[in-house]
């Protein structure tokens, strides 16, 4: 198989029992629209006490049942953000670091420099983010990661990728590798994978292979490289 090889979303996640948060970001095939994805999924009764809900152009997480809440500091988030032309998509409050950084004027590499991994070990779960900058009638995409240097936790390592937009090519990383105890970091490059042309494809190809058990919310958002129109969808398992 070629490097160059692209599988639809349903194909790679389908037998992980736990990829974790996951964020793809790219261009449907069609060449029209810019897309992206972003899901949570869950192990704990805190962590599977979640739903998403859109307010305005973003959309934040609040615990479905706020009587069983443990600890709201990592499951409470806005994963999603919109300022100026830039769509910035996340696994945690550093969504409001790139927006901040953003509105000054800064970028969001310089935004991530100053934030590290989250503080859970064993498990030191990675920060996953994406901005998508929409720019006359296209748009590129930037994604980081990053996590423990090591199984102690003692430094951050960071990486980011910028991409061109490429008709029905995206690109989806995620938090973890698999299920596991502590749970294994992801590894590698952004994966390549196939954008179908429609949000409704999109986001059934993805909600219909994560882990039944495990999962808890998606939330697909598509817009139009000509007209500007956008397309939620989304489901929460626990609505």
């Not at 004027?105 to 994406?130: H, M, Q, V, Y």
Request: a negative charge.
């Amino acid at each position: 198989m070629s490097i160059y090889t692209s599988r639809t979303m349903g194909e790679i996640i389908k037998d992980n029992a736990y990829a974790g948060r996951g964020i793809v970001i790219g261009k449907t095939a069609d060449g029209k629209k810019a897309a992206i994805a972003y899901f949570i999924m869950g192990r704990s009764e805190n962590s599977r006490n979640r739903i998403f809900r859109e307010e305005g152009n973003d959309v934040v997480i609040y615990p479905f049942d706020e009587s069983k809440v443990e600890d709201p500091s990592l499951i409470i988030y806005s994963p999603i953000r919109v300022i100026d032309n830039k769509v910035i998509v996340t696994n945690g409050d550093q969504t409001d670091t790139i927006y901040d950084f953003i509105a000054d004027g800064k970028c969001f590499a310089g935004a991530l420099r100053t934030r590290e991994f989250e503080p859970d070990g064993p498990n030191w779960t990675p920060r996953i983010s994406g901005m998508l900058t929409l720019e006359e009638g296209n748009f590129t995409y930037e994604m980081s990661i990053l996590k423990s240097i090591d199984e102690a936790g003692t430094g951050c390592a960071r990486y980011h990728w910028t991409y061109p937009s490429v008709n029905g090519l995206g690109h989806f990383i995620h938090t973890y590798e698999h299920d596991g105890n502590p749970l294994p970091t992801f590894q590698g490059e952004p994966r390549r994978v196939t954008v179908p042309d429609t949000a409704e494809e999109f986001l059934s190809d993805i909600w219909a292979n994560l882990n039944e058990q495990n999962k808890i919310s998606i939330y697909v958002r598509y817009i139009d490289l000509e007209t500007g129109e956008v397309t939620n969808k989304m489901i929460n398992k626990n609505a």
